[in-house]
């Protein structure tokens, strides 16, 4: 929402919004010249020509009432981003249950780096983009949503999938009714292009396939992992290109580097040009981010709130830890802990020590079977957690030199560990 408030405003819009807390976003909106209002009342709406609400906000909102009442046109995020992505001549939507945010953002480096003229729509903060990067016109590169079906409002030049994996079964009646979603989303563009080793996308026609196996159109030889940092050379229809040198954490980040290089590949740009922008790609905060240190222990946040996503994080702080491997994980939202308990279970096992920090609610209502009490208790290597001191003083006693504490989750933990690190 934020980064879509930066486009309207640079568009010359008077922008003004609202939000249940104030954050170092909603700050730097303000400082740009947007009204911002902290907590939701009728009241905010003013004089507003139009209202624009995300798939999370309740029909009951104050805001959304009044809008309603006084017949101002609404408009979900999801219809907003199609018309800015309208105003660009190509637009590149990156879908996928996970990788969204770091593939849009690499992306967007790589187009930038091979053309001159690319603005990016990003779910996170790039160190170097932040939210929106307003680069030129001739390329637009996005996120593409598959939450309560929001990418379907985008009707992309080139769809990207980069996974189908089950997830937000809140909102759809299960796994196959979401694979029917990735596929009407691809269907709507000019080009796919797609993972082909994931089932769903790999199934779906596409102008171009990428992965780690030897059938994909674009992938990757002579992989090469210098402390958790990933390098390989770019292979193309079978010819080996130009090396590729990561400067973010994680194996699964080479397929998201085979996302960006496919896009540019499909717009007929020399891989060395991609190579170029993938190098100076330098990451996104919470994916894998270094916070500071304690009792000489490195602190990181990820982002990861879906096992597989955790999987992903797990491998890649095993290898960066010399010592013992600590794991904050903070679940997020009671739906996706129950609708995924046992895989959640299966990830989370294997953790000598781990801490089950409270759940984010986000949008939801309190559910006991989905809670993050009802996860620790049952995973016997648990330990459950439900304020910042509590876990401020178990990581105080407990961490030492060479240890690394991986906090995990899309919620709060985030700020809580920074706090943490604050208060040391």
Same mark, same amino acid.
């Given at each position: 929402?934020?980064?879509?408030?930066?486009?309207?405003?640079?568009?010359?819009?008077?922008?003004?919004?609202?939000?249940?807390?104030?954050?170092?976003?909603?700050?730097?909106?303000?400082?740009?010249?947007?009204?911002?209002?902290?907590?939701?009342?009728?009241?905010?709406?003013?004089?507003?020509?139009?209202?624009?609400?995300?798939?999370?906000?309740?029909?009951?909102?104050?805001?959304?009432?009044?809008?309603?009442?006084?017949?101002?046109?609404?408009?979900?995020?999801?219809?907003?981003?199609?018309?800015?992505?309208?105003?660009?001549?190509?637009?590149?939507?990156?879908?996928?249950?996970?990788?969204?945010?770091?593939?849009?953002?690499?992306?967007?480096?790589?187009?930038?780096?091979?053309?001159?003229?690319?603005?990016?729509?990003?779910?996170?903060?790039?160190?170097?983009?932040?939210?929106?990067?307003?680069?030129?016109?001739?390329?637009?590169?996005?996120?593409?949503?598959?939450?309560?079906?929001?990418?379907?409002?985008?009707?992309?030049?080139?769809?990207?999938?980069?996974?189908? %994996?089950?997830?937000?079964?809140?909102?759809?009646?299960?796994?196959?009714?979401?694979?029917?979603?990735?596929?009407?989303?691809?269907?709507?563009?000019?080009?796919?292009?797609?993972?082909?080793?994931?089932?769903?996308?790999?199934?779906?026609?596409?102008?171009?396939?990428?992965?780690?196996?030897?059938?994909?159109?674009?992938?990757?030889?002579?992989?090469?992992?210098?402390?958790?940092?990933?390098?390989?050379?770019?292979?193309?229809? !079978?010819?080996?290109?130009?090396?590729?040198?990561?400067?973010?954490?994680?194996?699964?980040?080479?397929?998201?580097?085979?996302?960006?290089?496919?896009?540019?590949?499909?717009?007929?740009?020399?891989?060395?040009?991609?190579?170029?922008?993938?190098?100076?790609?330098?990451?996104?905060?919470?994916?894998?981010?270094?916070?500071?240190?304690?009792?000489?222990?490195?602190?990181?946040?990820?982002?990861?709130?879906?096992?597989?996503?955790?999987?992903?994080?797990?491998?890649?702080?095993?290898?960066?830890?010399?010592?013992?491997?600590?794991?904050?994980?903070?679940?997020?939202?009671?739906?996706?802990?129950?609708?995924?308990?046992?895989?959640?279970?299966?990830?989370?096992?294997?953790?000598?020590?781990?801490?089950?920090?409270?759940?984010?609610?986000?949008?939801?209502?309190?559910?006991?079977?989905?809670?993050?009490?009802?996860?620790?208790?049952?995973?016997?290597?648990?330990?459950?957690?439900?304020?910042?001191?509590?876990?401020?003083?178990?990581?105080?006693?407990?961490?030492?030199? !060479? %240890?690394?504490?991986?906090?995990?989750?899309?919620?709060?933990?985030?700020?809580?560990?920074?706090?943490?690190?604050?208060?040391?």
């Amino acid at each position: 929402m934020s980064g879509l408030a930066y486009f309207l405003m640079r568009m010359g819009f008077c922008v003004a919004g609202s939000d249940a807390q104030a954050t170092l976003l909603t700050a730097r909106l303000e400082k740009e010249g947007a009204k911002i209002y902290i907590g939701h009342d009728a009241a905010n709406v003013g004089d507003a020509q139009a209202v624009v609400v995300n798939s999370a906000i309740p029909e009951s909102n104050p805001e959304l009432c009044e809008a309603r009442r006084r017949e101002i046109p609404v408009y979900g995020r999801a219809e907003l981003l199609a018309l800015v992505a309208s105003c660009f001549e190509n637009t590149v939507g990156i879908a996928g249950c996970h990788g969204k945010t770091t593939a849009t953002a690499m992306c967007a480096h790589v187009l930038e780096e091979c053309s001159g003229s690319c603005s990016a729509h990003i779910g996170g903060e790039d160190f170097d983009y932040c939210n929106l990067y307003s680069g030129g016109e001739k390329y637009f590169v996005t996120e593409a949503c598959e939450y309560m079906g929001n990418f379907l409002h985008l009707r992309p030049d080139v769809a990207v999938i980069l996974n189908t %994996d089950a997830d937000h079964l809140d909102c759809y009646k299960d796994a196959e009714q979401l694979a029917a979603a990735y596929r009407t989303y691809a269907r709507g563009a000019k080009a796919a292009i797609v993972c082909g080793e994931d089932k769903i996308a790999g199934e779906t026609e596409s102008a171009l396939t990428f992965g780690l196996t030897n059938e994909c159109d674009v992938g990757a030889e002579n992989i090469r992992s210098n402390g958790g940092k990933y390098s390989f050379s770019l292979r193309i229809n !079978g010819k080996i290109m130009d090396k590729i040198k990561l400067n973010v954490y994680g194996k699964h980040n080479i397929y998201n580097a085979l996302a960006a290089a496919s896009v540019a590949e499909y717009y007929g740009y020399d891989p060395s040009l991609t190579a170029r922008g993938l190098q100076k790609f330098r990451g996104i905060r919470r994916r894998f981010e270094f916070l500071g240190e304690m009792n000489g222990a490195q602190m990181i946040a990820d982002y990861a709130h879906h096992p597989r996503e955790i999987a992903a994080a797990l491998a890649t702080a095993k290898e960066v830890c010399a010592g013992k491997l600590y794991v904050i994980f903070q679940p997020h939202t009671y739906s996706r802990t129950r609708l995924l308990f046992d895989d959640f279970l299966k990830v989370l096992q294997p953790l000598e020590n781990l801490v089950i920090y409270r759940t984010y609610a986000a949008r939801e209502y309190f559910d006991a079977a989905g809670s993050a009490l009802t996860l620790s208790e049952s995973l016997p290597n648990s330990l459950y957690v439900e304020s910042l001191r509590q876990l401020q003083l178990y990581l105080q006693c407990s961490l030492k030199a !060479g %240890d690394v504490a991986l906090f995990l989750g899309a919620g709060d933990i985030y700020f809580i560990a920074k706090r943490i690190l604050e208060d040391k």
